[in-house]
């Protein structure tokens, strides 16, 4: 469904994504695992079109110069030229890291937000399933994004996305600073998305271990390569992974 091949990304001279090459089923969890400064976020930019205008910005203030060379295609599409706006339109939603809600509006206008390429009746039924989903966010209704706790944060902003209708979810470390527990409510929140709503989730992370359970295939990422790849059953009995990344 969303596919990346010889995806390459320089910030200036610097090879931050090095050919890579990923593939996101239908109707799948896929996780991408590396360190602080693997590529994680440069990938989720990149898939969403958000790279695009990082590099225009750069441009326009004549700043670093910033080149993507390879092939995205999304359901069989060519997507390397299309806007941001349009891969959203298409299906392809971001979550960003740090969760990035608008902290001067409550939580309800940061869904509501959100859903501004549904229907009202898709934006209706997406509001009782993100209720659901975080019961907690019931009484936070008009509480501001900005005093939240990060939790809350991730809550609201895993809700705003799925508000914009995702085919597929793009999740970039929704579990950054959270407490074992906090984690733990979201995993099972991801998992149950991709479960009711059918759509594919590609989830990238530091620390493998609380979102491997759920993935279906995963990457590891060093240094801007894909250094390797397998379903989980493969990478959990794969003794290099298990050391880096599960401390075992
Ligand atoms: P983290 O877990 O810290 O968020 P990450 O895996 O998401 O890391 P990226 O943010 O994609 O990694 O960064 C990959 C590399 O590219 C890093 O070395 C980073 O310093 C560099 N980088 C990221 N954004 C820019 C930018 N706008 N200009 C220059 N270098 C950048």
Known sequence: MLKA?????????????????IHCGQNSITGVFGANSAGKSTLMY??????LDIRKKEK???????????????????IMDLKPSL?????????????????????????RIGGYLATKTQARQTLEFVMELFPA??????????????????MVAIGRALMAQPEILLLDEPLLGLSPLMQATLVKAVKAIQKESKI????????ARPVFPI??????????????????????????????????
């Open 200 to 207: 594919s989730i590609l989830v990238s992370e530091q620390y």
């Open 87 to 111: 891969r959203a339109r298409a299906g392809i939603i971001l979550c960003p890291e740090r969760r990035r809600l608008f902290k001067e509006s409550t939580v309800m206008e940061n869904l």
């Open 46 to 51: 990149s898939l969403s079109g958000i790279m």
């Open 137 to 154: 966010l019931k009484r936070l209704k008009n509480r501001l994004g900005g005093f939240l706790s990060g939790g809350e944060q991730q």
């Open 60 to 78: 326009m203030a004549g700043g670093e110069r910033i080149t993507l060379t390879g092939k995205l295609s999304f359901q069989g599409k060519d």
């Open 215 to 248: 993935v279906d295939y995963a990457y590891i990422l060093e240094n801007g390569a894909a250094v390797m790849e397998g379903t989980r059953d493969e990478l959990m009995d794969n003794p290099d992974v298990k050391s880096a990344y599960f401390g075992v």
């Open 5 to 21: 091949v010889d995806l390459m990304v320089f910030y200036e001279n610097m090879l931050a994504l090095n050919n890579i090459e």
